[in-house]
């Protein structure tokens, strides 16, 4: 079993940056992936960025050039930097992560096994 926790919302003017944290505990795969996820108000909840573990990395149109997906493996920590934030970026993030996948775009095609709570972010 995988823990996610959250960390690093906030409220930001627009054109801010907010960066959020995502410390992972229990058994991580060593094939593992990593995404970020997000709901905003009346919606569905999307995919925003994902990672594989070779370091491939694949982002929702809207916030490419502006958000970076990363993670540091060896402390099980994944970051989402994100950039010149918009009224359209405010949403609840959702950290996630995967048994395995094929590569960074995993989060368009399958469901992730485990889910964070979620940290808020307003723009």
């Known amino acids: 079993h995988v823990q996610l926790v959250e960390s690093g919302g906030g409220s930001v003017q627009v054109g801010g940056s907010l960066t959020l944290s995502c410390t992972a505990s229990g058994y991580i795969y060593s094939s593992h992936c990593m995404g970020w996820f997000r709901q905003l108000p009346g919606q569905e909840r999307e995919g925003v960025a994902g990672?594989?573990?070779?370091?491939?990395?694949s982002y929702l149109e809207s916030v490419k050039g502006r958000f970076t997906i990363s993670e540091d493996s060896a402390k099980n920590i994944l970051l989402l930097q994100m950039n010149n934030l918009q009224h359209g970026d405010t949403a609840t993030y959702y950290c996630?992560?995967?048994?395995?996948?094929?590569?960074?775009?995993?989060?368009?095609?399958?469901?992730?096994?485990?889910w964070g709570q979620g940290t808020q972010v307003t723009v």
């Open positions: 990672i594989d573990s070779k370091g491939d990395t």
């Open positions: 996630a992560s995967r048994y395995d996948c094929y590569d960074g775009s995993w989060w368009k095609v399958v469901e992730p096994n485990y």
